[in-house]
């Protein structure tokens, strides 16, 4: 009478349970958890004394390959009049990233210095973060910011899941007025998370000087700060990859233990 076996051959199922845990731990390693990142990174910084704001956000690839960089490359957009707005020196190490190697003497120790605030109320600075490979998710803003009499003394911070189309306040914070730098840092709500289309806005308000050659605030090291979770696609493509190793494997041990025993 025939005799069916119902486990493996011995010599395959230590083997198949190396491959089994392999598989496991490879599963584990793809799924879609999150990781820390700095998403956005501004440290304005790319410019010189008294010339243009560099509004270009600083990366840890190409161009800047900054190790204190973002993983976003993007540009700040601003209506804040053209000539009223001007790189500064200095700037502040306050809410500067860790690792970041934009710093004296290599650099200028710049900031954005905003001049004739009280024709400047309301004019807002956005930038986005329009995500095709990843989604970012448990969102932090922060930035350094100074202003002296007559400057702005609060600051209004708006999100956009669609490409700026509309916007959401999400936070409001004053700043004193006695020219000590400040870090005004905000929780993104999580409405905002997994916004492929997500965008950032800030405006001041309370601004009373009116002298076009006077710096009455001053904005340095925008930070934005969070996680980044994988696409499906991407943990979907990597779950098939391993299952895929694991059938070629699972017939290559078959098929040596099969020569084996000729």
Known sequence: ??????????GLRFPLLLISTGAVLLLAALAPTAKADLIVYFNFED?????????????????????????VLTTMTTDYNSDEML???????????????????LTPD?????????????????????????FYQDMTLSFAVKSRTGGFDSVTVQYSVNGGGTWTTFGTASIPTDNTPQ????????????APNLAFRFFFTGG????????????????LSGTIVPEPATVAAGLLGVLG??????????????FRRT
């Open 110 to 134: 710049l900031d954005v210095g905003l001049t004739d605030a009280g024709n400047n109320n309301n004019r807002h600075f956005d930038f986005n973060v329009f995500s095709s490979q990843g």
């Open 87 to 105: 790189s500064n020196h200095p700037g502040t190490p306050l809410n500067r990233s860790a690792g970041d190697i934009d710093v004296p003497p």
């Open 183 to 194: 870090i005004r840092s905000f929780s993104v709500p999580a409405a905002a998370n997994n």
């Open 47 to 71: 410019s010189f004394n008294g010339g243009p704001p560099d509004f270009t956000s600083d990366v840890v690839g190409a161009p800047d390959f900054n190790p204190g960089g973002g993983v």
């Open 245 to 258: 190793l694991c059938w070629h494997q699972r017939r290559r041990l078959i098929c040596s233990m099969r």
């Open 208 to 223: 009373t000087g009116t002298d076009p050659r006077t710096i009455y605030t001053q904005i340095d090291n925008l930070q």
């Open 1 to 10: 009478m025939p005799k069916f076996k119902g486990f493996p051959p011995r």
